[in-house]
């Protein structure tokens, strides 16, 4: 009996403590494809297909309520690809899959992986991380960060941390993830290119839309 009743207990203890709230910072009706201009800044847009999330198992299929790749280039010939990964859902068994991971699942080797600020004015900085991700052919120069909810996990262990600290808050928040990325073989200058181009990326987001790219308080520091 004694046993029972702590069983009991403890059910309606992970009962009492289970998520309910949702939160989703992308706005009702939203998407993501549509905050985001196709052109801005001098630069112009087209979709194409990218190194994706769902490559790195069945469950990443699931996970994400929406994807959208797109190649930007402009008239000096940069070019950077750009692939956003929106679930509407993040929990212990649907969650954000890291670079780190997708990249190795289709035949890339991860060259350097750091945490990076991604500086967007004097008073925003994007918590993110700069990958390399190379094969045979080509080296792939990454700048992507991931949002859950309101925090902005630089790593695989914030992210858990993030996801603990949700749940301890009872919510069940959105997630997303934003990377983006150009072929080259000086880091420097791919890097440079990405540095200059996420800050004008950022500003072309719809405003009302903006905190489901960076958070409430950075997208309100940066309007």
């Not at 994400?64 to 068994?93: C, F, K, N, P």
Request: net charge neutral; hydrophobic share 40%.
């Amino acid at each position: 009996m004694l046993l029972a009743g702590l069983a009991v207990g403890g059910l309606g203890t992970a009962e009492a403590l289970r998520p309910r709230k949702r939160l989703t910072l992308l706005g009702k009706g939203a998407t993501i494809s549509g905050a985001l201009p196709q052109t801005f800044s001098g630069w112009e847009s087209e979709d194409t297909t990218l190194v994706n999330p769902a490559m790195a198992g069945r469950l990443a299929k699931t996970l994400y309520s929406e994807t959208v790749s797109r190649l930007y280039y402009d008239q000096t010939g940069h070019e950077v690809m750009m692939l956003i990964a929106y679930g509407d859902t993040q929990s212990d068994l649907l969650q954000l899959h890291r670079p780190e991971s997708c990249y190795p699942a289709v035949g890339y080797t991860i060259q350097l992986s750091k945490a990076t600020d991604v500086v967007v004015s004097p008073s925003v900085s994007v918590p993110a991380r700069r990958v390399i991700a190379s094969t045979e052919d080509r080296v792939e120069n990454i700048i992507y960060w991931t949002r859950l909810g309101e925090r902005l996990p630089q790593s695989a262990g914030d992210q858990r941390t993030a996801r603990l600290q949700n749940a301890m808050e009872g919510y069940v928040p959105d997630g997303v993830l934003i990377r983006l990325s150009t072929f080259g073989d000086v880091p420097d200058v791919a890097f440079n290119t990405l540095d200059s181009f996420i800050p004008l990326m950022l500003r072309a987001v719809q405003p009302k839309q903006l905190p489901a790219f960076i958070g409430t308080s950075l997208a309100r520091r940066l309007a």
